[in-house]
Nanobody, 121 residues
Framework: QVQLVESGGGLVQAGGSLRLACVVS????????MAWYRQATGKQRELVAR???????QYSDSVKGRFTISRNKANNTVTLQMNSLKPEDTGVYYC???????????????WGQGTQVTVSS
């Protein structure tokens, strides 16, 4: 069974840093886009950063210059380095991947279980 397994959340003071990691668990044929989303309490899930299979990355305006997404295609991992954290960065962070389980199956979206990030002021 293919899963996205996240790690690295926690509690940090404003101005601090955290690093989130996500690894694809299980056998997968191919991986397209990988991304991080977040959801604050009472708000909709929003895109934080995405990286294409070719390594092109995009960021939401709220995290540009502070967060860096990186990807290792060899072991199907994606990380999110978060610096200069602010209280408004607080939320549950979800790993996302567009993957193809096998050559005979269609591409589909996969989500991690979420990891809590709390930034205190």
């Amino acid at each position: 069974q293919v899963q996205l397994v996240e790690s690295g959340g926690g509690l940090v003071q404003a101005g601090g840093s955290l690093r989130l990691a996500c690894v694809v668990s299980g056998i997968i044929f191919d991986v397209n886009e990988m991304a991080w989303y977040r959801q604050a309490t009472g708000k909709q899930r929003e895109l934080v950063a995405r990286v294409s299979s070719g390594g092109f990355s995009q960021y939401s305006d709220s995290v540009k210059g502070r967060f860096t997404i990186s990807r290792n295609k060899a072991n199907n991992t994606v990380t999110l380095q978060m610096n200069s954290l602010k209280p408004e960065d607080t939320g549950v962070y979800y790993c996302f991947a567009d993957m193809r389980p096998s050559i005979t199956r269609a591409w589909r979206d996969y989500w991690g279980q979420g990891t809590q990030v709390t930034v205190s002021s």
